[in-house]
């Protein structure tokens, strides 16, 4: 298959390509441009003995601390140590997560981003080279307000619904990711329905979303994420950014029918931004819609679950 026929490479004309995924073969092998990283694909790469160098190194770093900040330490250290390598790599950014039992505590938000890109200014990576990544709740979405001004750019994830897409641009959220499959899994699950690309709900959800920001002016990247097939991806050509797992990139490599952009900014035409939202109501909006408000609570506490195994997959070496 020559390249001008390879749907992947006509993609990479069309969108940013980023790849979900922290094991760093596969990125050696794709070449994305940036990467993106969560508790889930971190466990799944720390229990690799291939990347046992990068446990070792955390755990010495936590070794220092008086024993009550190890844990967290260590947690912190090999997140950004998978980071680290990723990022000899790729010519992009990296994105790294915030623990998900803080999603709902602001003070504590703020506090982890600014020691995950300390970590990363150690190690020599310019905090420009890092997004931080916060699940989009309320809370997530202000502490993301706080660190855009301090030069700290943010990914606001686990994001379902319009409303945590407006509220994220008008806190100068550098960039979201909607997770278009987990959208498509909740309603296939409650109604039953195969749905095409076309009327597939995540990728109608991530259309809706472009297309506002792109018409309203906002600059927060839209980085549709959690894709479940390639039909999806194809949907979405054009997008800004699309992170996918390695599978469905080699899937994607493979086929033979032409990818065309589809998301288009430029014939969008311009119009006039929502009313800024406000706490009650960006909750109010969220509350009424229950696939968000579901997939979020859920998205938060799968998360918390594999931190949770991280970090007893950890706590033995630390003494």
Not at 2 to 11: D, F, G, M, R
Not at 240 to 255: Q, V
Not at 292 to 307: C, M, S, V
Request: charged letters at 20%.
């Amino acid at each position: 298959m020559s390249i001008a026929s390879n749907p992947l490479e006509q993609l990479r004309a069309c969108t940013v390509v980023v790849a979900d995924t922290g094991d760093i073969d596969s990125i050696k092998r794709l070449q994305p441009v940036d990467a993106t990283t969560n508790p889930s694909l971190i466990l799944k790469a720390a229990s690799d003995p291939a990347y046992e160098h990068i446990l070792a190194r955390g755990i010495e770093a936590a070794r220092a601390l008086p024993p009550a900040q190890r844990l967290t330490a260590a947690v912190e250290a090999v997140a950004v140590g998978f980071g680290h390598e990723i990022l000899q790599h790729i010519p992009g950014l990296v994105s790294t997560e915030v623990d998900a039992r803080l999603s709902f505590d602001l003070p504590a938000t703020v506090a982890q981003a600014r020691r995950l890109v300390e970590r990363y200014r150690q190690l020599g990576v310019p905090r420009e080279r890092v997004l931080v990544k916060i699940a989009s709740t309320w809370e997530g979405i202000q502490a993301a307000r706080l660190l855009e001004r301090e030069g700290i750019t943010c990914n606001l994830t686990l994001l379902f619904s319009f409303a945590q897409a407006q509220a994220a641009a008008e806190a100068d959220a550098t960039l979201i990711s909607p997770f278009v499959g987990r959208i498509l899994d909740w309603y296939k699950a409650k109604t039953g329905t195969d749905y095409t690309p076309e009327n597939d709900p995540g990728v109608v959800s991530v259309r809706s979303i472009y297309e506002y920001y792109k018409s309203a002016g906002f600059g927060t990247v839209v980085m549709g994420a959690s894709f479940r097939n390639t039909g999806e991806i194809r949907a979405l050509a054009g997008c800004d950014k699309l992170t996918i797992g390695p599978a469905l990139l080699d899937g994607l490599a493979g086929e033979t029918a032409p990818l065309l952009p589809v998301l288009q900014a430029a014939t969008i035409a311009a119009r006039p931004r929502l009313p800024e939202l406000t706490e009650a109501a960006f909750r109010w909006q969220l509350n009424e819609d229950a696939m968000a408000t579901e997939k979020l609570a859920e998205g938060i506490r799968l998360f918390a679950a594999d931190l949770v195994k991280l970090e007893k997959l950890l706590a033995p070496r630390l003494g």
